[in-house]
């Protein structure tokens, strides 16, 4: 595609700013030099003839339609790259999440088993002794 290069004083290059809002500037400028010479092709067909006129009207009015069709087509592209984006982060999230709940398990796993590993050993130290463990009847204390 051929580029066009040219200098305009700042109080035009701050009206285009202002007016291409969040578009591209050089597709802002595509389009309006377009739409100008729609309107020039109208006039010069108004002059002439009125049918031909209808239909550059017409044209004029796709042309328009067209361009704002691209405007919100790309309007649109930007927001799903951000929501393809967003969505990314929140996986990330969700798996770091999932894996953090993975080592607060396995931690929680780890200090049941240490301190079912405790209890034997007390319950081990807790039994008599097997001298102690002679067989008496009810009625003998001693």
Do not use: C
Not at 62 to 72: A, C, D, F, M
């Amino acid at each position: 595609m051929p580029q066009i290069t040219l200098r305009v004083e700042q109080e035009l290059y701050d009206s285009i700013e202002e007016k291409k809002g969040d578009r591209d500037r050089s597709t802002f400028l595509r389009d309006v030099i377009i739409a100008y010479f729609a309107s020039q092709k109208n006039t010069a067909l108004s002059q002439g003839d009125t049918v031909d006129s209808q239909e550059s009207a017409n044209a004029s009015q796709e042309i328009t339609n067209v361009t704002q069709l691209h405007y919100e087509n790309e309007y649109l592209k930007k927001k799903l790259e951000d929501l393809a984006v967003l969505h990314e982060n929140a996986v990330a999230l969700h798996s770091q999440e999932k894996q953090d709940m993975s080592n607060k398990l396995d931690r929680a796993m780890q200090l049941v088993s240490q301190e079912q590993s405790i209890n034997m050993t007390m319950q081990k130290q807790l039994m008599p002794a097997p001298q102690e463990i002679i067989k008496k009847s009810w009625w003998k204390f001693w």
